[in-house]
Every structure is written in structure tokens, then in C-alpha cells.
């Protein structure tokens, strides 16, 4: 069964780091691009990133430059998205997607809901 | 890079067609065929309902179609059924390898 899991929901203090998880299954881990894209609360969707599992590739959005690192581990496909200096507006259900050419997002992980608050 | 634009809500009776637009700029949708839409239920994670302008992945209802025009891209959703009440999101291939969703867009069927 192809699916993307991801881990569980995380309550961070202001200025700390997150680090989200997401283990593929059922396919060829090296050979879809992955994707991160999060939702705050009543909002829209915001893409983060994306990484190339075959080679660790990234590229990331330009207002998320500098505290968004997307890392993979072949060993066991998994993909880590890790924000650092988290503020309240960093508050949101983060994604992981699996990208199929150029931009079909096919496959969705279940979200992991980041909440930051002192 | 700014989000796409698309309307915040569009509304329709069962059985109409409705049509939700998606406008960016020739860097975006007007520079590539790679524009996509997902369907939103609250609570859910989104679904892919059409990708690269006008294809439908398979088990999706031939009710959705997608096509684009110059900057903008649309989508129709036609023979409109309460289970199509959602939230839908266009999202284009951006230069250098980025991607960019629209505003989203509430359709309510009335």
C-alpha cells in the first residue's frame, strides 16, 4: 500500500526547533521527489519545500530560507523536515507530499499539527 | 513569490457548473503546463483532482476538467453534487524549482 506516515503532534516553546518526520511505503523511495507543505489554522495552503531523496537535493521557499532543513535517510525511507527559531505564526498542520513530475502532489501523509506557545 | 489568486468562495445549485479561476504571473502559471488542483474536506488531507493544466488521475469524476489561458487557469466543475462542497487549491511550478499554491477557494453547493 503506497503511503507516507508521519509522527505525531508536537507542542514547542517560541524560538525552539521541530523536527517532523515522514516514512514512505509501498514505492520506490528514491524515485519521487518529497514535498512540505503546512497549513496554519483556518488558512491556506503554504508550500516549504522539497527534497530529492536520490541525491538529498533541496530546495526551499524563500521566506522559510535559513530555518527549514529537509533531510532523508534511504535506510529506512524517511524524509525530516526540521524549522528552527519557531515563532506562533509557525503554529500550522505540516504535510509531507510526494511529488510525481513537476507538480503533481499524489500522495499525502496524515499532517502533523506543530503548535507553538509559551 | 506571492500566492496565486483565486476567489475566496464560489457557490452553485446541484446540478450547475461552476468555474474557480487560479491567476498568476508568466513565471508561474503562464510560464508552464504544470498547473494542479486539490480538493480539501475539512479534516482531511488534500486530493489531487487534475494536474498539468487539464489531466484527471484516475478515479477522479470525468466532472472535473482544468484548462488555462495565458496567466490563469481554471476549474469546472460541472453536474455540481453536495459531496463536491470543499475547499480547492490551485498550486503552479514556479522558476527555480519552487511551487506555489493559490488562496484556496470554498465552494458551497446550495
Known amino acids: 500500500q503506497v503511503q507516507l506516515v508521519q509522527s505525531g503532534a508536537e507542542v514547542k516553546k517560541p524560538g525552539a526547533s521541530v523536527k517532523v518526520s515522514c516514512k514512505a511505503s509501498?514505492?520506490?523511495?528514491?524515485?519521487?521527489?518529497m514535498h512540505w507543505v503546512r497549513q496554519a489554522p483556518g488558512q491556506g495552503l503554504e508550500w516549504m519545500g522539497v527534497?530529492?531523496?536520490?541525491?538529498?537535493?533541496?530546495t526551499y521557499a524563500q521566506k522559510l530560507q535559513g530555518r527549514v532543513t529537509m533531510t532523508r535517510d534511504t535506510s529506512t525511507s524517511t524524509v525530516y523536515m526540521e524549522l528552527s527559531s519557531l515563532r506562533s505564526d509557525d503554529t500550522a498542520l505540516y504535510y509531507c507530499a510526494r511529488g510525481y513530475y513537476y507538480n503533481r502532489f499524489d500522495i499525502w501523509g496524515q499532517g502533523t499539527m506543530v503548535t507553538v506557545s509559551a | 513569490q506571492s500566492a496565486l489568486t483565486q476567489p475566496a468562495s464560489v457557490s452553485g445549485s446541484p446540478g450547475q457548473s461552476i468555474t474557480i479561476s487560479c491567476t498568476g504571473t508568466?513565471?508561474?502559471?503562464?510560464?508552464?503546463?504544470?498547473v494542479s488542483w486539490y480538493q480539501e474536506h475539512p479534516g482531511k488531507a488534500p486530493k489531487l483532482m487534475i494536474y498539468?493544466?487539464?489531466h484527471r488521475p484516475s478515479g477522479v469524476s470525468n466532472r472535473f476538467s482544468g484548462s488555462k489561458s495565458g496567466n490563469t487557469a481554471s476549474l469546472t466543475i460541472s453536474g455540481l453534487q453536495a459531496e463536491d462542497e470543499a475547499d480547492y487549491y490551485c498550486?503552479?511550478?514556479?522558476?527555480?524549482?519552487?511551487?506555489?499554491f493559490g488562496t484556496g477557494t470554498k465552494v458551497t453547493v446550495l
Open positions: 527534497i530529492d531523496p536520490s541525491g538529498g537535493t533541496t
Open positions: 508568466s513565471s508561474d502559471v503562464g510560464g508552464h503546463d504544470y
Open positions: 509501498g514505492f520506490s523511495f528514491t524515485n519521487y521527489y
Open positions: 498539468d493544466v487539464s
Open positions: 498550486s503552479s511550478y514556479a522558476s527555480s524549482n519552487t511551487r506555489l
